[in-house]
């Protein structure tokens, strides 16, 4: 069975909450809930966290073990060289998501400081940018 870690940084624990009009309104437990389902092959474990140092310890705990990380830095994505290092330094491949499209919000989103670190990106396409992150990694 294959072992993927979703990682979550700031406000997105607010998801289904927050400003439903970019982050749509179903909370990330639902949405979990529903795509354990839909994949019961995969152990899906999911952390968040508002702290960088929480989610750069979560990086180096599982980053070693798991067959792949999916990770939302949220605004640490454009400002964090330390979770950068953290997800190079690890052995499981990574892809970073975004439920938005950054590249059509606020110009200081348009740079991520995670992809080079990353397999790849999805960005704009809702909760669905987590599965189909997923499915890259299943393969």
């Not at 529903?34 to 474990?45: D, N, T």
């Not at 952390?47 to 310890?57: A, H, L, M």
Request: net charge negative; aromatic share 6%; proline share 3%.
């Amino acid at each position: 069975m294959k072992r993927i870690e979703i990682i979550n940084g700031p406000n997105l624990n607010l998801t289904g909450m927050r400003q439903p009009e970019i982050y749509g309104d179903i909370t990330m437990e639902s949405f979990l809930d529903s795509l354990r389902q839909r994949h019961p092959e995969v152990e899906i474990g999911y952390f968040q966290s508002n702290i960088e140092g929480e989610i750069i310890d979560r990086i180096q705990a599982v980053g070693f073990d798991a067959d792949g990380i999916i990770i939302n830095a949220g605004g640490y994505s454009h400002t964090s060289v330390a979770i950068h290092d953290a997800l190079s330094a690890a052995t499981a491949p990574a892809i970073e998501v975004h439920i938005s499209n950054i590249f059509a919000r606020e110009d200081y989103r348009h740079t991520t400081l995670l992809t080079s670190a990353c397999r790849g990106i999805i960005a704009g396409l809702g909760l669905d940018s987590y599965e189909l992150a997923l499915e890259n990694l299943i393969k």
